[in-house]
């Protein structure tokens, strides 16, 4: 995907528990952040893509937007329901349909653990009555089976989770605002082996919003983030996957995430050496040091050293989850993939605060990626840059 498409705008609410709002609510209220972050209005929309997982239709949002009666689809592809809303908004831009076009996701999720059905998802109920629907067990199992297959310890999850918590102790819209040492967290509840409480992310709540332009409308825009390159892709046979935990022939495992990082990638021309700062899928400490060599960032057991030496903290070499990630902000299943989007435009923006990485002599970031990935093996990237 070539570069004639720019975010001109970001928006997004905070995150975490909040009484008395509904999911429409944090959708309206980052949609209304982004529009002014562009310096735009409703009736500038051209045509719009947005979803949640549970939080109703994101079409019906027109009712409190505006009824200009654009063209607005409905998106729901799991984790990567912001990313494909995003690329849906980028290919209107890209074929001519339009100039300007909106992507917003959006959740609110009870307290607790997912809850998904099996027949859903195309499977039988036995599935469930196994116990093969609940994640927490799957992301135990492999990461496990991924520890020991490279010889990465335990401490490591803990030290994940760790600069998860402090760097959304630096974020405003975090939802967990208190850093947790690596101590405690190894110490917590055991939910699934290796995994404990603190290692997850909870389902949560929030909403966010990117505004995209094409060429001639962003050349006017000095805040203006290029889409380098972006991309979707489901799992392929062989993979190793949320509510699909088994290996399928022979080798290593196939991952719907290196394939879509590596396309977004090739469609910036761009290598993973060049990024500056970057969001990872972190639904648990775990998958985060898998996405690692996953996306291209390290080999399989280089994480162990990298984490350590504090290569993917703030001022390290390779920032990771600035905004605390999935882990410090829950995830709203609609949000979560345009959280990061809005994470690496205000990176690249210089506009991060205390939370800002630096770039020798104190220079911003110049390019960031985003990766997402959810059930039942879909994943979506992008490349974004200066």
């Known amino acids: 995907m070539s570069g004639d498409v720019s975010i001109i705008g970001a928006g997004l609410s905070k995150f975490g528990r909040q009484p008395g709002r509904t999911g429409r609510d ?27 997982d549970g939080s109703g239709l994101a079409d019906t949002l027109v009712a409190d937007l505006g009824l200009t009666g654009i063209p607005f ?4 592809n799991g984790c990567a329901t912001g990313g494909s809303a995003l690329m849906s908004a980028m290919n209107a831009i890209r074929s001519g349909a339009a100039e300007i076009a909106l992507a917003v996701g959006f959740d609110k ?40 297959e490279h010889g ?14 402090r760097n959304g102790s630096l974020n405003p819209n975090a939802w967990r605002r208190e850093p947790i040492s690596a101590d405690e967290i190894a110490a917590a509840d055991m939910v699934n082996d290796p995994l404990t409480r603190f290692m997850f992310c909870s389902p949560g709540e929030g909403g966010a919003a990117i505004v995209l332009a094409s060429e001639s409308v962003a050349a006017g825009n000095g805040r203006a983030v290029r889409v380098l390159g972006a991309a979707t892709r489901t799992r392929r046979f062989g993979s190793f996957e949320v509510f699909s935990p088994s290996i399928q022939g022979s080798g290593r495992p196939s991952s719907v995430s290196s394939d879509a990082a590596a396309a977004a990638f090739a469609a910036a021309g761009v290598t993973p050496d060049e990024v500056d700062v970057a969001q990872l899928q972190d639904t648990e400490s775990g998958a985060e040091i898998m996405h690692l060599a996953e996306c291209g960032f390290c080999k399989d057991g280089e994480q162990e050293a990298m984490i350590a030496a504090g290569e993917t903290e703030i001022g390290g070499r390779l920032p990771v989850n600035t905004d605390g990630g999935c882990i410090a902000n829950g995830e709203p299943i609609g949000a979560s993939g345009l ?26 970031p110049r390019v960031g990626f985003t990766h997402v990935y959810g059930a039942p093996g879909i994943s979506a990237c992008t490349v974004l840059a200066v």
Request: glycine share 10%; hydrophobic share 45%; charged share 25%.
């Open 339 to 364: 959280r990061q989007v809005h994470e690496i435009v205000t990176q690249l923006r210089g506009e991060a605060g205390d939370r800002q990485v630096r770039r020798g002599h104190s220079a911003d």
């Open 109 to 148: 999720h009870p307290r607790g653990a997912f809850d998904p059905r099996p027949e859903d998802w195309g499977l039988p109920a036995a599935y469930g009555e196994a116990g093969l629907m609940v994640t927490t067990q799957f992301f135990g199992i492999k990461i496990a089976r991924y520890l020991r």
């Open 73 to 76: 689809t409905n998106v729901k």
């Open 26 to 52: 944090l959708a309206l209220e980052a949609i209304a952040a982004a529009l002014a972050d562009a310096g735009l209005a409703w009736p500038d929309v051209q045509v719009a893509f947005g979803g949640s």
């Open 152 to 165: 990465i310890s335990e401490r490591t999850l803990a030290l994940v989770a760790e600069k998860a918590y």
